[in-house]
Each structure stands twice: as C-alpha cells, then as structure tokens.
C-alpha cells in the first residue's frame, strides 16, 4: 500500500523546486538590472522598491545577482549528474550483468574513488586542473559515477535472472542489445530518486567549492559565490546572505522532497 505522504512530498517539492526553476528560465532573457553593473553610489541598500533584495558593496542589484547564480547553480548541478549517470551506466550495467573479473575489476575501481571523501576528491581535482566552471562539473561527474555504477549494478543483477532476461539469451539476442533494450528501460525505478538526490548533493558540493573560491570564478556566480563574497558583510548587509543562502535551501529541499515522494511511491523504502 502506498504511502499518503509521499504525494505531499513530490507536490512540496515540486512547488520548491519550481520556484528555483522559474527563476532560472527568466534569468536566461531578463533580470532587472545588468548582474555585473556596479553603481558606487548604491553600494549596501537595503531592500527597497528599486532594489528588491538590496545591493551589494558595488551597487550590484543583488536580485539580480541571485537570478544569474541560478544559472550556474543549476547548469552544474545537472551538467555533472549527466556525466556521473552516463558513466555509472556504462560502468555498472556490464559489471552487474557479465559478473566475473568485468564485475571486480569495475568494482575495485568504484570502491577505491568511495574510499576517499568526495568533497575532498572533487577539491583536489579542481585544485589540479584549476578553479573553473567546467572542470567542477567533471570533477563532481566523476566523484559521482561510483554511486550511479552501483545502483546500476545492483538493478542489473537482479534484472538478469528475471525470465524475459533468461529467455532473451536463449534465443541469441546478444548481451549489448539486451542490456540496452531489456534492462536499461528497467532501471529507470531506481535511477530515477538517486539522480534526484544526486542533483542536490552535487548542489551541496559545487555551492562548497565556490564558495571556496574554486568553483564558478568572477564576475560570474552561483549561490555558493555570493554566500562567499557576502561573508565579510553579514552584519552591515544580512540581505547579501539571507537572500542567495534562502534559494540554495529552497532548491536543495525541493530536490530532497521530489526524491523522497518517487522514493517512498515506488516502494524503495520507508512505511
């Protein structure tokens, strides 16, 4: 029996996580001033009917400013998800479905990047490569695979022994095809909470790294810039820090409660 508070989590985190979207779409063809324009003259207003949210120590519209992190905060939040489910993909359906030294050899590598923290990981990577949008965007891909390879694993193990799988083998269908048409259509039940929740951990993450300073680079920004940047005025200027920290939460928590309704729906855990 399915569980009532599962429809009242997808919709609580459908509405969260649609205010964040629809302020990311809007960001792409308008916001109400220019994000990088600096007017000395305004620098640390307060929230006024000329500027909603305030501006920062430039005279930056800081609404403005918050609108066009999203871009980036959301860009790199599913630009690295695509990497990591595309590599756990190619990765974790082969191991779970050949087994044998496919599946070790796969695993040891997987096991070996889970070893280590992956903020740390991610931080190091970045740190090689240089602070950049994209590298962050790999480097989190890449901290993530093993997650994605093992749910895929997992599924795929399962999925093999099931008598469609069996009969399409005894027939000659070969292993690529069944793993692309059989099993991969299959996995959609599991992968789909785990990207969700994957979205707001690599969130979490690339928001840590910039605010670090290794993440999005200036005069650009995502939410973690600004928090970053406003730190040194969160006494003069708390709007500089409420209002980016107020959107992260509302983008992380709708990203949570979206995963926990599929989640609990589709019988993966919880009464």
Not at 116 to 124: K, T
Not at 252 to 262: M, Q
Request: include cysteine.
């Amino acid at each position: 029996m399915k569980n009532p508070s599962s429809k009242i989590f997808f919709i609580a985190g459908c509405i969260l996580l649609g205010i964040v979207l629809l302020i990311f779409l809007i960001s792409l063809f308008w916001t109400p001033y220019d994000p990088s324009a600096t007017d000395p003259a305004s620098k640390l207003m307060a929230p006024s009917a000329a500027h909603l949210f305030g501006t920062d120590n430039f005279g930056r519209d800081t609404l403005s400013r918050v609108m066009d992190a999203s871009k980036y905060t959301v860009f790199i939040s599913f630009a690295g998800v695509a990497i990591a489910l595309a590599l756990g993909l190619v990765t974790g359906i082969p191991a779970g479905y050949y087994g044998g030294w496919t599946d070790r050899g796969i695993m040891l590598l997987s096991n070996s990047i889970m070893c280590f923290p992956g903020i740390l990981l991610a931080l190091v990577a970045v740190a090689v490569a240089g602070p950049s949008m994209y590298n962050v965007v790999w480097a989190l891909g890449l901290v993530f695979a093993p997650t994605f390879a093992r749910v895929c694993r997992i599924g795929t193990m399962e999925l093999k022994q099931r008598d469609y799988i069996i009969h399409a083998r005894v027939m000659g269908i070969r292993s690529p095809r069944i793993m692309a048409l059989h099993i991969l259509p299959n996995l959609t039940g599991s992968l789909l909470p785990a990207t969700v929740i994957g979205l707001a951990n690599m969130t979490l993450f690339e928001s840590g790294m910039s605010y670090l300073g290794l993440g999005v680079q200036p005069p650009d920004a995502s939410f973690g810039k600004l928090l970053a940047d406003a730190q040194s005025y969160m006494t003069r200027a708390p709007w500089l820090v409420i209002f980016p920290s107020l959107m992260l939460v509302i983008y992380i928590l709708g990203l949570y409660f979206v995963s926990e309704g599929i989640r609990v729906r589709s019988g993966k855990g919880g009464n």
